[in-house]
């Protein structure tokens, strides 16, 4: 049975850089790495719709914290046969973002902290109700939320993609860094090890201390 690691942060943090690094460590060791990321925008109808509603195409519909986190949720359980069928064929199965980014963003939209009502609330849908594999470990690349907001301002020039309503909003992504600590210090879920995202990660450590057969 392989892990299910998940990378958690900000918007610009720099999770996919951190997943291919990760990945070719991995690969070196002669371990199989099966990769993903969430939302899953091209490929599940819902991720299509909250890609929608983030740029307003849906009305009022991001005004609903819970209605957005189900779109998320719903995401999540039409990829989760896949992942539990890749955890048996694979070492390692790593994903940019999971139930966690649910929990820190609405949390942070309501202005609740970690072990306020609504991430129990997501805790009961994704986990309890959903059924959504248990991850066995949880990364969060911490960045200060400045240096998050300009990365991810060069991306999107860089990519010649349009900023959507979440990733615009310089509070909300103070707010939701600020779950995300709390979300890591409660091993929320499963352990958490928090990295520093403003510095060039070594790979060894981490290999080391999680990856060893």
Not at 11 to 18: E, F, M, P, S
Not at 94 to 117: F, K, P, T, V, W
Not at 208 to 213: L, V
Request: glycine share 8%; charged share 30%; proline share 2%.
């Amino acid at each position: 049975m392989g892990k299910l690691v998940v990378i958690e942060g900000l918007d610009g943090a720099g999770k996919r850089t951190l997943a291919k690094a990760l990945t070719d460590a991995l690969a070196v060791q002669g371990r199989k790495v099966a990769t993903g990321a969430f939302p899953r925008y091209d490929d599940d109808i819902h991720a299509e719709l909250v890609r929608d509603a983030l740029h307003g195409r849906l009305g009022d519909l991001t005004d609903s914290v819970h209605g957005m986190s189900v779109l998320y949720a719903l995401d999540r359980r039409g990829a989760a046969d896949r992942i539990r069928a890749d955890l048996l064929d694979y070492d390692v199965v790593l994903l940019d973002r999971y139930i966690a980014s649910n929990a820190a963003y609405g949390a942070a939209r309501l202005r609740q902290h970690a072990d306020g009502e609504f991430v129990d609330w997501l805790r009961a849908l994704e986990v309890d109700r959903f059924g959504l594999p248990i991850p066995d470990l949880q990364l969060l690349l911490r960045v200060p939320s400045a240096v998050a907001q300009s990365r991810a301002a060069h991306r999107e020039t860089s990519e010649q993609r349009e900023r959507d309503v979440y990733e615009s909003d310089d509070d909300l992504q103070s707010r939701c860094g600020a779950v995300y600590d709390e979300l890591a210090a409660a091993h929320w879920l499963s352990p958490w090890e928090v990295l520093d995202g403003t510095v060039d990660l070594r790979m060894d450590g981490l290999l080391d201390r999680y990856f060893t057969r």
